[in-house]
């Protein structure tokens, strides 16, 4: 028949959902820790209205959007505007830097609109007043992450040989997983040095389900480089870019990879004025059940191999995430591959 797997230029396999071998996802996982899915089955009109509805909210006047829900202590979701959240540099930046200057601050060029689950687990869901479209859209394009996320776990416990399909369901009664549109604004003029649109970073649940718009997504492959993912569409239809968080990772005893990545402002053309375009993307972060207790998945358990990793709730994981993130640690991914 005909072959399901593709391979990309940053070695990212593309799959068909209608006719993935679990074979694939395992290899794609273990080496990769990104692949494509085509033929997902998620209503057009639903990625659309999302999309849409994100790219107007965004287009709107600073002083409107900030009247918006915003990210904050008690409330984890919301708009956080454009410099809001400093991040660790990249690599050049801190080698810019003389020892004891303390972590850097260079914030990414990025703003963000984002909605929690509505099943107890988090603060009941804040919307921007100003757009009724908005909210309807992102219904409905949340559930359909959800439903994707429910069949992708299945085909995980497919690739990862347990014997009941079901497996992760247990463990994702009442899930934790968070939709954020992300806005790259068009620049007129480049970004400091060193400073990124979104800086290294790996995800920190279960899954995410990405929707790009744009060139600029990296990741940092098991040979220690920054390579492109390239864009799928048009040629092999409709398409969403499937990674994993450091949960997922942990759960499989480090059989399946987090993967570092990135996102670059893409070189500039010669001879041309114009900076860089907008970007807008559309991240589905899947966080397991608060109260489910990771402990190394049994068919991961090779004979003889040490368990790196002591049991942990998910929640438990899912705050020391965030407290890091918030710490500004450094991603110490360079010192991991050298
Ligand atoms: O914009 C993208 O393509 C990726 C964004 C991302 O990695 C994230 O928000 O975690
Ligand atoms: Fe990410």
């Known amino acids: 028949g005909e072959p ?67 990210l904050g202590p008690d409330y984890p979701y919301g708009y956080s505007p454009l410099h809001s959240e400093a991040h660790p540099g990249s690599e050049d930046d801190a080698r810019a830097r003389a020892p004891g200057d303390g972590p850097p601050t260079l914030a990414d060029e990025k703003e963000m609109l984002c909605i929690g689950p509505e099943n107890g687990v988090a603060p009941a869901r804040r919307w921007p007043e100003q757009s009724d479209e908005l909210r309807v859209a992102w219904l409905a394009y949340f559930d359909a992450m959800v439903a994707l996320s429910d069949r992708i776990l299945e085909l995980f416990a497919r690739a990862l040989r347990l014997d009941d399909d079901g497996w992760f369901s247990h463990f994702n009664r009442r899930h934790a997983s968070a939709l954020r549109a992300i806005n790259y604004p068009a620049l007129d003029a480049d970004l400091a040095p060193g400073q990124l649109r979104s800086s290294a970073h790996t995800d920190y649940g279960a899954l995410t389900i990405l929707r790009v718009g744009g060139p600029g997504l990296q990741i940092f492959n098991r040979a220690g480089a920054w390579v492109d993912v390239p864009s799928i569409e048009p040629h092999n239809g409709s398409a969403f ?37 907008a970007r807008q993307a559309l991240a589905f972060f899947h966080n397991m059940d608060m109260d489910a207790l990771i402990e190394t998945i049994p068919t991961c358990r090779e004979e ?22 918030t710490r500004g640690e450094a991603l110490n991914i360079y010192a991991a591959t050298a």
């Open 241 to 277: 870019v499937i990674n994993l968080g450091d949960l997922m990772s942990r759960w499989t005893n480090n059989r399946w990879l987090s993967t570092p990545h990135r996102v670059v402002v893409p070189p500039r053309a010669p001879d041309t004025r114009a900076f860089a375009d």
């Open 4 to 70: 399901t797997c593709a391979e990309g230029t940053a070695g990212v396999p593309v799959m068909s959902l209608a006719s993935v071998d679990p074979a694939e996802i395992d290899r794609a996982l273990r080496e990769v820790g990104f692949l494509a899915i085509v033929d997902h089955g998620v209503d057009e009109r639903v990625i659309d209205a999302a999309w849409r509805t994100a790219a107007e909210w965004f287009s709107r006047p600073r002083e409107e959007k900030a009247r918006a829900p915003l």
């Open 304 to 325: 003889g191999a040490p368990l790196r990793y002591a049991p942990i709730l998910a929640g438990e994981h899912l705050m020391k995430k965030h407290e890091a993130a």
